[in-house]
């Protein structure tokens, strides 16, 4: 004797196929499979029966009365749920950074950028010689 499935999914599609096999059409496969007031395409029932592979549709899975899945975000470095925004994770650890970032006022930077803008256009229009190597 097979022990009985609780997976709704491997449930049903063993209903579809138990159906198929005594000779039941897909249309009437189709209006027992779905869910209460709700309606089912019997492609959709076909190919699930041919395939193996469940739709994955919420609206589908809805008409069939399956549980409907949702994307959930995970912590990826221990796989647990985050139950808040900032989630601390014991299994990240954090490596000291080897470069020291260094952050320049708007001053220098401007400073720089003219001075860099001077050269160029200096090298263009023939005021200044480019730097060579041999300099």
């Known amino acids: ?4 499935t609780t997976d709704p999914e491997a449930f049903t599609l063993a209903r579809i196929r138990g159906l198929r096999a005594i000779g039941r059409s897909w249309r009437s496969i189709a209006a027992d499979v779905a869910a209460p007031g709700e309606k089912v395409n019997p492609g959709t029932v076909w190919k699930w ?9 919420p609206k589908v899975r ?7 899945y949702g994307t959930v975000a995970y912590c990826p470095a221990c796989g647990e749920l985050p139950v808040q925004k ?7 650890t954090r490596k000291p950074s080897a470069v020291r970032r260094v952050r320049f006022s708007e001053r220098d930077t401007v400073a720089a950028l003219k001075m860099t803008l001077d050269l160029v256009l200096g090298v ?12």
């Open 49 to 57: 029966a041919e395939t193996g592979r469940a739709p994955q549709s």
């Open 86 to 92: 900032r989630h601390s994770c014991p299994a990240r």
């Open 124 to 135: 263009m229009y023939g005021h200044v010689r480019p730097h060579s190597a041999a300099d």
């Open 62 to 68: 809805r008409q069939l009365g399956l549980p409907i």
């Open 1 to 4: 004797m097979t022990k009985p």
